[in-house]
Nanobody
Framework: VQLQASGGGFVQAGGSLRLSCLNSKRTSSNNGMGWFRQAPGKEREFVAG????????EYADSVKGRFTISRDNAKNTVSLEMNDLKVEDTAVYYC?????????????????WGQGTQVTVSS
């Protein structure tokens, strides 16, 4: 499995970004997928997750109503649409493939991780 995250960048508060993650080596269509983020000096935290059928999604309370996770199993990708971005959303964002088919919020439920993409939101 090789996960390649892209779409990060600089944006002003209130703006939008769309992150994408491609699994270029192996299909992950039978696994849940998720996005995590890590801000400087903080622990990595769960942002959003989706099950293998893209039926069930979960979000951190801090991003509910602003972020949307989606996946395209035919293209082996998972995306994170981020709207109304806030300064506190600034972090490195990581995509990951879960051990099983369901949504997972704990890092230890994920097996493969991408390299991360930086999102910086300015005030």
């Amino acid at each position: 499995v090789q996960l390649q995250a892209s779409g990060g960048g600089f944006v002003q508060a209130g703006g939008s970004l769309r992150l994408s993650c491609l699994n270029s080596k192996r299909t992950s269509s039978n696994n849940g997928m998720g996005w995590f983020r890590q801000a400087p000096g903080k622990e990595r935290e769960f942002v959003a997750g989706v099950d293998w059928k893209a039926i069930t999604t979960e979000y951190a309370d801090s991003v509910k109503g602003r972020f949307t996770i989606s996946r395209d199993n035919a293209k082996n990708t998972v995306s994170l649409e981020m709207n109304d971005l806030k300064v506190e959303d600034t972090a490195v964002y990581y995509c990951a493939v879960a051990l099983g088919p369901t949504v997972a919020k704990s890092m230890n439920r994920y097996r493969y991780w991408g390299q991360g993409t930086q999102v910086t939101v300015s005030s």
